[in-house]
């Protein structure tokens, strides 16, 4: 199956038709990148093999044939310099530089014919020159030298005869001259013509360059930039909330293909918004119906609790009437009974009591402010004086009981309740109750620990159970409803209490409270130890 109809339908335009893959747009744009630096460069080399092609016949050929033409015409100026002055003198030392000239004539015709040899008309020109110089030597100068050795002087007529002989010769090299001149002059023509050339492509090329980069820009711009910015649009337009934009864009394939992703998780999306505003709905339905019933089940508590006093305060007087007015006009029995009677209506004042203190917590939010731990100890100590000295009890304070942002009554009901059950749960020997705290991260741990009869694991969350008693009421007194309380008092002020279960011996209970800044307490807290 072809690619195209692989392709979702995001991946063609309003007509149907399949749109090019973006690694396909990008594949021309480097194709085209690669023929026009390649065309660049082909032209740019062409342009510099003319120039260095130009200058090498200008420098390597033109110019050394030039200057051995000068050597060559110089050789032969010599020559005939010295064959004059033995002409006028017979002196054989004159001949020196007709000699020397000889020779340099022919190391610069050889040279000459080694630089021009790809020209045929200056060879012809060389091979005249030689002639013309074989005939003023064969025919003048070698005859002329036997002349004057064998008659010593030689007359003014055979020196203008040589004269004129070896004007023939410097007429031929003067000609070859005038052409290696004109060589030059086309040399230098060509190489400023391949110059111009050079400088002419160069600037081609960067104006084609130029002007390609441009529109594979604009190409690549419309093709991918835009549709990828049409596709960024839409996207920020349904993260602002319009969840109901559609995302269609035109473009490459992939660019496509992703707008089609992305719309398909838009409609998840939304079909999961939908359910979730569903399943909010009826949680705040239900939240609402729950926090109406707590606060009807507090109002009742609470209404309850005050409605309940007034008839138990009159039952709980009356037989208390009853049992101070008729006690022993009445049978064993009937005592017992009015003795059950007192201490019912007793018991169910202290319920009655209790269960308003705790609908209380968290009910009416008082502001809060910075309260010294150690001193809450203290005060909770003081409350339970009685209770202290008849049990000999001793109550310790670690080092450093910060200082913390809360209540002052409920946090000293806390400690309170903690070493009271500290108190009264005790062993054999005197209680010991030590009261710590450490810094945990975010969080003061609290412990409070004592040496009385333990709790066992199991009973690690029912303690905390409003009205759940482990021992009964003859053994130790009490409501059960201490434990239910500090957890109350804790939770409302943002920490947590549980019971330690890793103790050897004795209880143990821990909670925290947040930690506040120095600022917000206005001042650093001070380390203290107490021992009560």
Known sequence: MPDEELAPRWSRDGKGRAQWPLRRWLSVAIGVLVLVFVGSIVAGALAIANLTEARTTIVDRVDPAVQEAL???????????????????????????YTSGVGRQDAAIARLRQIIMVRADLLDRIRGIETEIGRWRTDYAEPSIERIRAAGATGGDQTSE??????????????????????????????????????????????????????????????????????????????????????????????????GDVDSMRRRI????????????????RTEDLARSNAELEQFAYVASHDLQEPLRKVASFCQLLERRYKGQL???????????????????????????????????????PVDCAELVAQATANL??????????????????????????????????????????????????VEAERDGDNWLF??????IGIEPEFAERVFVIFQRLHGKDAYPGTGIGLAMCRKIIEYHGGRIWLATDTERGTRFRFTLPVVAADTLGETTPEKAETT
């Not at 412990?447 to 009385?452: A, K, Q, T």
């Open 71 to 97: 050597r060559l015409d110089t050789a032969l100026v010599d020559q005939e310099t010295g064959l004059r002055g033995y002409a006028l003198t017979a002196q054989t030392n004159f001949l020196e530089p």
């Open 162 to 259: 040589g004269k004129i002989r070896f004007d023939q010769v410097r007429a031929a090299v003067g000609g070859l001259q005038r052409e290696l001149d004109a060589a030059r002059a086309r040399g230098r023509d060509a190489l400023s013509s391949a110059a111009n050339l050079l400088v002419v492509v160069c600037a081609l090329i960067a104006a084609v360059l130029l002007v390609v980069f441009l529109l594979v820009t604009i190409a690549l711009r419309a093709a991918v930039a835009g549709p990828l910015a049409q596709l960024a649009r839409g996207v920020r337009r349904v993260a602002d909330g319009d969840f109901e934009h559609e995302l269609r864009v035109s473009g490459p394939r992939e660019v496509t293909e992703l707008a």
């Open 270 to 285: 939304l079909d999961e918004v939908s359910v979730q505003r569903e399943v909010n709905a009826e949680l705040d339905t």
């Open 331 to 369: 049978d064993d029995r009937a005592d017992q009974y009015i003795g059950f009677a007192v201490d019912g209506a007793k018991r169910m004042q202290v319920l009655i009591n209790d269960l308003l203190a705790f609908s209380r917590v968290g009910r009416h939010v008082r502001d809060r402010g």
């Open 385 to 434: 004086a009685n209770a202290v000295e008849e049990s000999g009890a001793v109550v310790e304070t670690g080092a450093g009981l910060p200082t913390v942002l809360g209540e002052a009554p409920l946090l000293t009901a806390v400690f309170q309740n903690l070493i009271g059950n500290a108190v009264k749960f005790r062993g054999e020997a005197a209680p010991v109750v030590r």
């Open 447 to 452: 412990s409070v620990s004592d040496n009385g």
